[in-house]
């Protein structure tokens, strides 16, 4: 948090000058979390522009404010929640401390920005993860690290593990049975890149975060090696972990010995997506941890190359959809693993 407050002490001298100057440039850009003093018309706003050290407390709100805007391009839901939070904010201060007198209000309002900057402080080191309205999550989760043919390391992970950690708060790699899916090596997962071999050009392995709901937390982990070959080495795994017993979740652990529902997905999987030519043995391979887990909309299959089918064929995949998993399963665990989320619409949790 050191490193945060330097910084942001850097901007803020001459964050306002360049705030105004933007301001007379651009278009109105509907929002802006601080005080233009330029255009300040309340007798709170006159006195926060004539009192330097509320003045630098609105900078460096403005500064947070825009840095969590700006670090979530892609997130509108996540950039529309935060404007509305902030305008609430700014009615409840002015109602909170506009009855005072000038002495009380400026302790008033002082209390009112730490406060909110605390808030807004925390959000800078935290995992978010948001429930929208309609139910779907948008989720900032990427880790890609990989070694060029050069053997130049190129780190572009924009969400580190610690920050998956403190989401599902424990750490997968202290379990048991992660250590096999851990790739590209159980040491360097995420943290270093990928020591090419001599068969090997380069190696490329990305994390990414698929689903998150109250009780569990769904990855796919990905890997590709360049060998030289007509085509590279891919070695995908689906992993869903339980955020309260931290656990893979098993196929047993969702559908116990159900041969109906078995029988069900090795249907389909025959039908729609194998090589009836090829060995029938793998389908059933969908059962085993690393083939499977669970998205917003079901339960994501996906199998290998070569699996079921030549390499052509790619990795075949399906979904088993709500309405067929909800007629095969038992009632709780359904609502465990796939019912809705009981928790608020948004939900960000450190």
């Known amino acids: 948090m050191n490193l945060l407050w330097q910084r942001i002490n850097y901007q803020v001298?001459?964050?306002?000058?360049?705030?105004?100057?933007?301001?007379?440039?651009?278009?109105?850009?509907?929002?802006?979390?601080?005080?233009?003093?330029?255009?300040?018309?309340?007798?709170?706003?006159?006195?926060?522009c004539a009192d330097q050290e509320l003045l630098?407390?609105?900078?460096?709100?403005?500064?947070?404010?825009?840095?969590l805007q700006e670090d979530n391009p892609n997130f509108n839901f996540y950039r529309t929640r935060l404007r509305q939070e902030q305008r609430e904010w700014l009615k409840?201060?002015?109602l909170e401390c506009k009855s005072l007198d000038k002495v009380k209000l400026k302790y008033c309002l002082e209390e009112q920005y730490q406060q909110r900057i605390t808030v807004l402080s925390s959000l800078l080191d935290a995992p978010i993860y948001i429930k929208s309205n309609d139910g779907n999550y948008d989720i900032p989760f990427t880790a890609s690290i990989y070694t060029d043919s050069d053997g130049v390391c190129h780190n572009n992970k924009l969400l580190q593990r610690k920050s998956l950690n403190r989401l599902l708060n424990f750490d997968p790699e202290s379990m048991e049975l992660m250590v096999k899916y851990k790739k590209p090596s159980p040491n360097s997962v995420a943290d270093e890149c990928p020591t090419p071999t001599f068969e090997?050009?380069?190696?490329?392995?990305?994390?990414?975060?698929?689903?998150?709901?109250?009780?569990?937390?769904?990855?796919?982990?990905?890997?590709i090696a360049n060998s030289g070959g007509s085509h590279p080495d891919f070695d995908r795994t689906l992993l869903s972990l339980d955020r309260a017993k931290h656990s893979l979740i098993s196929w047993n652990d969702m559908f116990g010995e159900n041969t109906s529902f078995e029988e069900y997905v090795y249907q389909r999987v025959?039908?729609?997506?194998?090589?009836?030519?090829?060995?029938?043995?793998?389908?059933?391979?969908?059962?085993?941890?690393?083939?499977?887990?669970?998205?917003?909309?079901?339960?994501?299959?996906?199998y290998d190359n070569y699996d079921i089918g030549t390499?052509?064929?790619?990795?075949?995949?399906?979904?088993?959809?709500?309405?067929?998993?909800?007629?095969?399963?038992n009632r709780k665990k359904y609502q465990y693993y796939f019912g809705e989320s009981q928790s608020s619409k948004m939900a960000i949790k450190h």
């Not at 933007?22 to 255009?39: D, H, M, S």
């Not at 050009?201 to 890997?223: A, G, K, P, Q, R």
């Not at 030519?277 to 998205?295: H, M, P, T, V």
Request: proline residues 2%.
């Open 13 to 48: 001298m001459n964050y306002r000058r360049l705030a105004i100057f933007v301001a007379l440039c651009l278009p109105f850009k509907g929002f802006a979390a601080g005080i233009n003093c330029e255009k300040s018309v309340t007798e709170i706003e006159k006195l926060i």
């Open 56 to 67: 630098l407390q609105d900078d460096r709100l403005d500064v947070i404010y825009w840095t």
């Open 92 to 94: 409840t201060r002015d």
């Open 200 to 223: 090997t050009t380069n190696i490329t392995y990305t994390e990414s975060m698929n689903y998150v709901s109250d009780n569990l937390v769904s990855l796919e982990l990905y890997s």
């Open 270 to 302: 025959y039908d729609e997506i194998a090589d009836q030519e090829y060995s029938y043995g793998a389908i059933e391979q969908f059962k085993d941890l690393g083939y499977f887990n669970i998205r917003q909309n079901g339960l994501f299959i996906q």
């Open 311 to 329: 390499y052509s064929h790619g990795e075949p995949s399906l979904t088993i959809p709500l309405k067929i998993l909800k007629k095969y399963m």
